[in-house]
């Protein structure tokens, strides 16, 4: 017999078991977010339990399966994403900027960000999502661009919609947008999700609650900007992204480095 599916307050009332203990200091773990969250189901599958292994020989040689591009493989298109196909997607069309920081404050310049998200129905471009939403012919939710000499990117996309997953009964995730920054070198990859002011859901999401400390977990909402809102075209939404440090954006806890 299959085991019965977790109800949402069986995994709220473990997201608040977690906050708690997250609370106190004999047993909150400072930085990133658990490996293991029981709240998040499938965590507990997705990162490694055995001790790292050291790449011997050329320490160059971890850097070889990482990806090569240059500043002419990147154009304006790519962070259009309402501009990559033939008409233009359905959705509420916004402007997603900010600035990429140092631990320090410092504008980080040359990075790449690439960015993937759902359709405005709450569905990805992909063979595997099952979710019985509309795809959208005009949209294919990926997107990428470099930090200018301010260390600031840009992208223009429509808002994603929330989607069901199978976590637990009646799970849904909040609207979000999937963030990659690949720093000077692969290895440093930070890939995390930035998330919509007053999202209802914020409470129920235990990938996003898995960042127990609030404050971390405030800085993963970007904010909505009325100066960066272009008249009768999109609305405009600021969101600064830290690469470390005590005031760094926390990591996706679904990506398992």
């Given amino acids: 017999m299959e ?37 998040y189901r ?19 040689a971890v850097e070889r399966g990482g990806p090569v591009f240059g500043v002419t493989d990147v154009t304006d298109l790519d962070a259009d994403l309402t501009a990559q196909h033939l008409g233009e997607p359905i959705g509420e069309r916004i402007t997603v900027t900010g600035q990429v920081l140092d631990r320090a404050g410092r504008p980080v310049t040359g990075q790449l960000v690439e960015i993937w998200q759902a359709n405005a129905a709450g569905r990805y471009a992909h063979r595997r999502d099952r979710h019985p939403a509309p795809l959208d012919p ?4 990926v ?27 009646n799970a849904w995730r909040p609207a979000h947008i999937h963030f990659s920054l690949f720093g000077t070198a692969f290895a440093q990859r930070l890939v995390t999700q930035m998330y919509f002011p007053g999202d209802p859901l914020f409470p129920y999401d235990p990938i996003l609650q898995s960042v127990t400390d609030p404050a971390a977990r405030s800085r993963l909402v970007a904010a909505y ?3 960066l809102s272009t008249p009768e075209w999109a609305l405009g939404y600021r969101w600064d992204i830290v690469l470390d440090g005590p ?8 990506d398992p480095r």
């Fill in 247 to 254: 005031a760094a954006t926390p990591p996706d806890p679904e």
């Fill in 42 to 60: 499938s965590s507990a599958l997705r990162h490694p339990r055995q001790p790292l292994v050291a790449a011997g020989g050329d320490p160059e």
């Fill in 138 to 141: 005009h949209f294919t939710g």
């Fill in 3 to 39: 085991p019965e599916e977790p109800t949402q307050a069986r995994i709220s009332a473990e997201i608040a078991a977690a906050h708690r203990a997250a609370a106190d200091p004999e047993e909150a773990a400072a930085g990133h977010p658990p490996r293991a969250f029981a709240p």
């Fill in 225 to 227: 900007d009325h100066d």
């Fill in 143 to 169: 997107g990428r661009c470099l930090t200018d000499a301010e260390g600031r990117y840009r992208f223009t996309t429509v808002r994603p919609g929330a989607y069901p997953w199978r976590n637990h009964t």
